[in-house]
């Protein structure tokens, strides 16, 4: 389940999501991203992260599939949870996301504001 954080504005998507996302609201997300690309052509994504998450590998795969077709479109991405092992995953792909032109960062629930700041930024 997702849903959209009422903080976002313009070039900036924020979602919260918890338990599982399954084809169907990733479709809706990707519409939504896709609308704001067309409307500003570089967007930036807060996404804040419940503890027990999941997707269907179907899911899964349509946001790999999108991410790497909008990579030009992508100008921050903040992942925000106290998951250590999603902090991990988010600080390797860092570094590849500033190969491209993208900065990610991770920040911890408790730095949501420190969050919000940076990607509206």
Known sequence: MYSVLPRS???VLGVEISGKI???QEKELI???EELIEAHDKISIL???GDHIGTSFEAAAADIRWMLTHLAH???IAIVTDSKMLATLVAVDATFAKLVGIEEKHFDRNEIEIAWHWIES
């Open 31 to 33: 519409a939504k991203a």
């Open 47 to 49: 996404v804040t992260l």
């Open 9 to 11: 504005l313009g070039p």
């Open 22 to 24: 399954d084809i169907a």
């Open 74 to 76: 992508l100008n921050k």
